[in-house]
């Protein structure tokens, strides 16, 4: 097993990109008060709502399809994007957002000198299953974890709880109806399944990116039930 790496100085850099999703909007607040980050430099498709002004944020509204030339020098990129066939329309717009997006930043942050990589996907994620969501995730893994960073964190959490709604997002049934039948019952559901909050998800993954070992580490949903708040 590779050594930890150790902890970045003061003057490193990071980005985020789908900082308004339910894990990007837990993410955002963790990284800006992350002394190791003099600056979090976030990629969004529209203008920061909301968000207290601090110098130490960089907000550029950018196209996913057109990504910036030059692109941002940073130290850590955590991406948190992602969507549903039903709000995407297709299969191929899917795909397109989940695999061709994901891997077109990381590998343009890894071009630019970035060194470690922070990425959620999703329990269930395997390139040979025959659930186009989990194959499509999968595939997305396993060719991030090609692209040649130190570290490469990946968060594979089950169903994610939080309020989509306060975020202009649609509701996903599957979730909102997962969380009234479990909730009485939640603590007998085993970790690797049990639903998980995106807070949850977001410090696993800041754990895991600045003080995880060299190489590529799955954070189990089970795993990261660990950094649950109290």
């Known amino acids: 097993m590779a050594a930890p790496s150790p902890p970045l100085p003061g003057a490193a850099r990071a980005l985020l990109a789908g900082a308004t999703g339910l894990v990007g909007r837990a993410l955002l607040p963790r990284l800006l008060e992350d002394q190791a980050y003099e600056r979090v430099v976030v990629l969004a498709r529209s203008a920061a709502r909301d968000l207290p002004a601090t110098p130490r944020l960089d907000w550029r509204v950018a196209d996913f399809d057109r990504l910036p030339d030059p692109f941002p020098r940073v130290d850590d990129v955590y991406i948190a994007l992602g969507t549903t066939i039903r709000v995407a329309g297709s299969e191929a717009a899917f795909r397109h957002v989940d695999f061709e997006i994901v891997v077109a930043l990381a590998r343009a942050a890894r071009a630019a000198g970035a060194r470690r990589l922070g990425v959620v996907s999703a329990l269930g994620s395997d390139t040979r299953s025959r659930v ?10 396993t060719a991030i974890a090609g692209l040649g960073y130190e570290a490469v964190a990946i968060a594979q959490p089950s169903l994610l709880m939080g309020d989509r709604a306060a ?9 909102v109806l997962a969380a009234r039948l479990l909730r009485p019952v939640m603590g007998l559901v085993p970790k690797r399944v049990r639903p998980i909050a995106a807070g949850t998800v977001a410090r696993a993954l800041v754990h895991a990116v600045r003080h995880g070992p060299a190489g ?7 795993r990261m ?3 649950a708040a109290p």
């Open 132 to 141: 186009f969501y989990n194959r499509v995730k999968g595939e997305m893994e």
């Open 167 to 175: 975020l202009g997002q649609p509701e996903r049934r599957g979730e």
């Open 216 to 222: 590529v580490q799955r954070l189990t949903s089970a």
């Open 225 to 227: 039930q660990a950094f």
